[in-house]
């Protein structure tokens, strides 16, 4: 049984400083997805990482996968008050046509 | 081009209480995705379609019905409302198994 694990579940930065979120899984898969949930909103695709060693950027934003660790990270540049919101990493259950098993959530909280 | 809808916005439920949830999509997207978040969670996988005329189970599927009559449309039944099932539900859809999934404003459940 594929599951996801994301931390920290909380994380308050100041500004301008530098942070990494971790997504971590339990069995091989190379699908990968970040999302971003603005309170009481719904979710905004950022990333679609399908293989091993990808590794994109948007912005303040690069999220990376390393299938053979099983692991993919959000990492943070320079952060800013708008970042603020909750990230989901969701991996792709592999044999499953397009069934995705979400982390908890890492709750970014930014202050100047 | 709205992208994925969905409706009600919100709805209070009695215990026992039957409701269908409404997602419409105008991208022709194939997959189509019904997932409930409950708080402290990330999303899990209720139902899903990967075609007109098809659904299938999920992660947490019990106590809810599906039906995908029109390419555009998902809906998704509570025949007998449980407390339980109080939540907010977001449906979403993608074109491909592994593109990106769209997902629609999220409806916001309880069941008292």
């Known amino acids: 049984e594929l599951k996801v694990e994301q931390n920290p579940l909380f994380l308050s930065m100041q500004e301008g400083k530098n942070y990494t979120i971790y997504c971590n899984y339990s069995t091989t898969s190379d699908r990968l997805y970040w999302y971003r949930q603005d309170p009481g909103k719904s979710l905004e695709s950022l990333f679609v990482?399908?293989?091993?060693?990808a590794v994109k950027q948007e912005g303040r934003l690069m999220a990376s996968l390393d299938t053979k660790a099983r692991l993919s990270t959000l990492h943070i540049t320079a952060a800013v008050h708008d970042l603020s919101a909750t990230y989901f990493c969701a991996v792709g259950e592999r044999g499953s046509q397009g069934n995705l098993i979400f982390g908890k959530g890492t709750k970014l909280s930014v202050k100047p | 081009n709205a992208g994925v809808t969905q409706t009600p916005k919100f709805r209070v439920l009695k215990t026992g209480q039957s409701m269908t949830l409404l997602c419409a999509q105008d991208?022709?997207?194939?997959?189509m995705y019904w997932y409930r978040q409950d708080p402290g969670m990330g999303l899990r996988l209720i139902h899903y379609s990967v075609g007109e005329g098809t659904t299938a189970k999920g992660e947490v599927p019990d106590g809810y019905n599906v039906s995908r009559l029109k390419k555009q449309n998902f809906l998704l039944g509570l025949e007998s409302a449980a407390p339980s099932q109080t939540s907010v539900y977001f449906c979403?859809?993608?074109?491909?198994?592994?593109?990106?999934?769209?997902f629609g404003p999220g409806t916001r459940l309880t069941v008292l």
């Open positions: 991208m022709n997207h194939e997959y």
């Open positions: 979403a859809s993608s074109s491909e198994t592994w593109d990106e999934q769209f």
């Open positions: 990482l399908l293989s091993n060693g």
